[in-house]
Every structure is written in structure tokens, then in C-alpha cells.
């Protein structure tokens, strides 16, 4: 879809005040991203359980605190903008208890080796699971093969451990009331392939503040014990140590000052709590790698960004939505926000894709052609929530050039939600995710550092960085050539659909229907045009205005006869 790249001059000086280029800030960001800074960040954030509040979380939020000591950031004393370079970590009170997991093991009796053990699945015990007694319980394990709730209720439950192959957080209900002691379920999408990856689980939670406790197994694991339970009375004895205490929410956001506009900023969210490898410690380490340099090309003058370039790693969504909600003023400055999550797959292990999630276009309602959703799954997408704008199609020219460069596969799927970027577009703020689907590991204890790919952080942090410094300095020059990047696309676009759209009516389907399909991204990328006119720091002419203008009239042109075409 996108063909081709921009070299638009842009207004931001080296130390000889010449003007940099989007192809100088590939040539910086490629010399100075250091993809094993990212790597070791990310290893020592996957070491831990993270939940907010709980000592990994906080471990890692001060882990890069360090980084950004270190690169040159100086904490905040007043205000974020009271020196170039800032830090600040927000600390909030919580209002439920924290938790972390110690660890668990479940031993069949008259076994010589635990069924699971925490030091192989630490997703076993789902988040707000209590602790059993010390010295562990010991009870006979009722297997229900199907779940007949009419029937269930006519089991002896009482002070036994519950056992289906299902998720156990539906069967805690039953359990509670019948006096059962502890329920272990099982519960792994299709797309993990379980039986191929038989030691995945992918974590879980339950309610908090239940004295029953719930634990999580794997398909060999399951399979196991559901084979010892059809020979006969089978007993377990189960230990878990977890820890559930009072504790405060840490976030911390850095920011680089904007020249001229300070109050108008590029928010990179990159979340800290899960426990994998890939999600999120890859994001986590990836964006304290793009602010370690940010900070090292400033104080070098090798960049001097117009406006404000903010870097936020917190709680997912929540911080995001926080950081957005919480100050109208600052909201109203933030011109686009970039979330990293999942970004470090080494995609020949985990079989996932390096994806650029779009902002709402058609392609969420009309998904066809070679557009397609991933597992997660499709949102719920209509007309009235379509959300144009060059954002789209200029950070997908940025990744695909770098994709060119570096022989990295640069995919791109319709909007899905479930990150960081969701709060930006509630809030009606452009906002992109950078991540990897479909992924076999995805939310399972096999997601760690062996499946992070150095390689891919440094592919995505050069694409992300490269488009940041872009946007934030953007003069006249950069948004015409924009104009051209995006009339192209839409043109193309527009010509793709037109194909699908024949073969459609050619099908049976109505050929208003399809006119329709048509016409709907003609608007969406005229009004995806219009946005550029706000792109530059300054407008110094009516240059963009008439080159959109211009454009525009060829895309209704194009529209018009596509239409007409179709009858």
C-alpha cells in the first residue's frame, strides 16, 4: 500500500545549524540506538512477576530511573520544563493491596516429581491468589469432565481440591459454596498451540480477598492429571506463597523540551506490569534505550526539537489515561501518542509479525483483500468512530523504510484496541500501537528473554525515534512532501478497493453497498489530508492549504469516476 519515502527538510540543527532530513534522523538513530541496552533493560525487567505496587513493578520503574540519571535527565523539582531534560516518578496511594507471587508447587502422591512447579510455570498462580498454610494442604481431587452446574451441586466438595479443563475463576463460585478447599482449571487459546507448547501457561487472576485459592495448569500438566484421576482416588498436596500487602502505583515520565512549542508533545506509553519477556519488558527496555539516546543527540546538539518529546512507563491504560485526563491543559498539546508493546519478538521463535495497529479506518469495518484482524480479535467498529489522519500512513512509510534498509518484515493490521493507544483515541488524540501478533508464547511462562530479539527493539526504537524527531520539528517542507505520501496512498487505496468492489458485485453483493465502501475512504483520506495543515511548528506561507486542496480535488475526481464505474 505504501510505496514510497519522504526526504522532506526539516527546520532542526546540528551543531552547524544545517537542517536535518528524515533520512539524517535514520542516520542518527541507526548509529546510536544500542540494542543491547534495550536487551539488558528488558532481562532484568522479565526477572519479575510485575503487578503495580508489588516489587518488581517498583524494581523496574527505578531501573529506569537509573537510565535516565545516567543519560543526563535531571529530576523534576517544580515543573516538567524547568530544565531541557526531565524526570519525574508520580507516586499514588492504592486503593487495593498489591501482590506478588513466591512460589507453588503441586505434588501427586505416590509420585516421584511434582505435576508443576513455580520455578517452571510461574503463571500458574493467578494474580490476588492466597497463600495455603506453610506446610501446604493435602486433599483428594474431584475431576468434573463436563460442567452440568444442576449437577455439580450434588458433588461432596468439602475441604477437596475442584478440577476441570476449564478457566477455575468459573468454577470459584461453586467451590466457595460447597466448602472446596482449591480449584486447579486450564485455560489456552487455539492460537498458543498447546499441544505443541505443552508446558504454556498464560496467566490469569482471580477475585481478590477469596480464602479459596485457584491455581492454573498446562496442557501436559492437565493431561497428567486428569489421567491419574480416571484410574482411581487421586490426593494432591499443594503449597502456594504468595504475598498481598499495602503498597503506592509508580510512573515515570521524562520529557525533552520542546524549543519553541513546548506545550505541544509526542507521548511514547510503554506499560510495565505482566510478566513476560516480550510483553512488556521489551517495550519497557526499548523506550529507555529511545530516551538514553534522545538525551545523548540533545546535549550533543545533533537534534533540537520544536516541540516537547515525552517518554511515560507505567500501569497499562491506566497511566496512559491518567496522564491524559488528569491535566486538560497538557492534553490539549498532545498531538500524538505512540504505544510500545510487545516489540522485541524474535518473530522465528514466537511466529508472530512486527504490526503497526491503525487508528480506525474503513479497513475495521470492511476487513478484505490482504487487510486482516489477528487473534486478538476484531473491535466493534462503526462509521461514526472513524478517526482520519496522515499518522497512519506516515508511520508506516517510516517502518517501511527502515524495512527496506534492515531486510525487517513490516506488517500492519485494522484497529483492534487493548493498549496504550486506546486512551489517546478516546480522548480524540492520534494514537498508534507498535507490536507483535500472532505470538505462540503470547501471555504464557514461556514468553522470556530467549524469545527477545536485540535486533527487532533496535528496528522499532530507529523506526519510532526517527518518526518522533520528524513530527516534533516538522517545517512546510515536511508536510508537502506528507501531502504527496498520503494523496498516493489514498489513491492506491482507493484502486484496491475499486478491484475488490467489482469482484464483489460480480458475487451478488449490491452495488450500492459497495459504492459505498468506496466513498467512505475517499472521506476518510480527504479528511486525513486536512490534518497535515497543522503538521508544520509554523506555517509561513499557504503553501499546505492549497497543495491538500489540490489533492484533494484529484482524489474526488478518482472517487467520482471509480462510482461511476461500479454501476
Not at 363 to 377: L, N
Not at 429 to 453: A, C, E, Q
Amino acid at each position: 500500500m505504501k510505496t514510497k519515502i519522504f526526504t522532506g527538510l526539516l527546520l532542526v540543527g546540528f551543531s552547524s545549524y544545517a537542517q536535518n532530513t528524515t533520512e539524517q534522523y535514520f542516520k542518527l538513530t541507526r548509529a546510536g540506538f544500542k540494542e543491547n541496552n534495550a536487551y539488558e533493560t528488558t532481562a532484568f525487567v522479565e526477572k519479575f512477576f510485575r503487578v503495580p505496587g508489588n516489587t518488581g513493578f517498583n524494581a523496574s520503574i527505578r531501573n529506569v530511573e537509573g537510565i535516565l540519571k545516567k543519560a543526563g535527565f535531571v529530576e523534576q523539582k517544580q515543573n516538567e520544563f524547568e530544565a531541557p531534560l526531565t524526570y519525574r516518578i508520580e507516586k499514588r496511594a492504592m486503593k487495593n493491596k498489591t501482590w506478588e507471587p513466591i512460589n507453588a508447587s503441586i505434588e501427586i502422591l505416590g509420585t516421584a516429581q511434582p505435576l508443576i512447579s513455580f520455578k517452571t510455570n510461574r503463571n500458574m498462580i493467578p494474580i490476588n491468589c492466597v497463600s495455603t498454610p506453610a506446610e501446604g494442604v493435602t486433599a483428594d481431587v474431584v475431576f468434573i469432565d463436563k460442567i452440568v452446574p444442576a449437577e455439580m451441586e450434588k458433588l461432596d466438595l468439602k475441604g477437596k481440591i475442584l478440577f476441570s479443563e476449564s478457566n477455575p475463576s468459573r468454577l470459584l463460585p461453586t467451590a466457595v459454596k460447597a466448602g472446596a478447599i482449591g480449584v486447579l482449571g486450564y485455560s489456552m487459546p487455539k492460537y498458543t498451540q498447546p499441544e505443541v507448547h505443552q508446558t504454556s501457561i498464560q496467566f490469569g487472576s482471580m477475585r481478590a480477598n477469596s480464602e479459596v485459592w485457584t491455581l492454573l495448569l498446562s496442557y501436559s500438566a492437565k493431561e497428567k492429571l486428569k489421567a491419574e484421576c480416571k484410574k482411581g482416588t487421586t490426593k494432591l498436596k499443594v503449597n502456594i506463597e504468595t504475598k498481598i500487602y499495602q503498597s503506592e502505583e509508580l510512573t515515570v515520565v521524562a520529557n525533552v523540551k520542546g524549543s519553541e512549542k513546548a506545550d505541544e508533545r509526542f507521548v511514547f506509553s510503554a506499560h510495565v506490569q505482566e510478566p513476560g519477556a516480550n510483553d512488556n519488558a521489551s517495550g519497557v527496555g526499548t523506550l529507555a534505550e529511545m530516551a538514553r539516546l534522545t538525551a545523548e543527540l540533545y546535549q550533543a546538539k545533533k537534534i533540537i526539537p520544536k516541540r516537547t518529546l515525552t517518554f511515560l512507563w507505567g500501569d497499562e491504560i491506566v497511566s496512559t489515561r491518567r496522564y491524559i485526563t488528569e491535566d486538560t491543559a497538557r492534553a490539549k498539546g498532545i498531538l500524538w501518542g505512540m504505544s510500545l508493546d510487545m516489540v522485541g519478538e524474535d518473530t522465528k521463535k514466537t511466529g508472530g509479525s512486527f504490526l503497526i495497529e491503525k487508528m480506525p479506518d474503513p479497513s475495521a469495518i470492511w476487513t478484505r483483500g490482504t487487510d486482516k484482524h489477528t487473534e486478538w480479535g476484531a473491535g466493534d467498529v462503526k462509521e461514526k468512530d472513524l478517526f482520519p489522519h496522515y499518522f497512519n500512513d506516515f508511520i508506516f512509510d517510516i517502518c517501511k523504510s527502515q524495512g527496506k534498509f534492515a531486510n525487517w518484515t513490516v506488517n500492519y493490521n485494522p484497529f483492534e484496541g487493548g493498549s496504550d493507544h486506546t486512551p489517546f483515541l478516546q480522548a480524540k488524540i492520534p494514537g498508534l500501537l507498535m507490536w507483535h501478533f500472532t505470538d505462540v508464547f503470547y501471555h504464557t511462562d514461556n514468553d522470556r528473554i530467549d524469545k527477545v530479539s536485540p535486533t527487532e527493539m533496535k528496528n522499532v526504537g530507529i523506526s519510532a525515534l526517527t518518526a518522533a524527531y520528524s513530527l516534533i520539528s516538522a517545517d512546510e517542507n515536511m508536510a508537502s512532501k506528507t501531502v504527496t505520501q498520503v494523496k498516493l496512498d489514498a489513491l492506491t487505496r482507493l484502486k484496491t478497493e475499486f478491484e475488490l468492489s467489482k469482484k464483489a458485485i460480480a458475487a451478488g453483493k449490491p452495488v450500492a453497498d459497495e459504492q459505498h465502501i468506496i466513498e467512505t475512504w475517499s472521506k476518510w483520506y480527504i479528511d486525513a489530508l486536512a490534518t497535515i495543515n497543522k503538521m508544520p511548528v509554523k506555517a509561513e506561507t499557504t503553501r499546505i492549504g492549497s497543495s491538500i486542496k489540490v489533492a484533494t480535488l484529484e482524489l474526488e475526481k478518482q472517487t467520482k469516476a471509480y462510482v461511476e464505474a461500479l454501476k
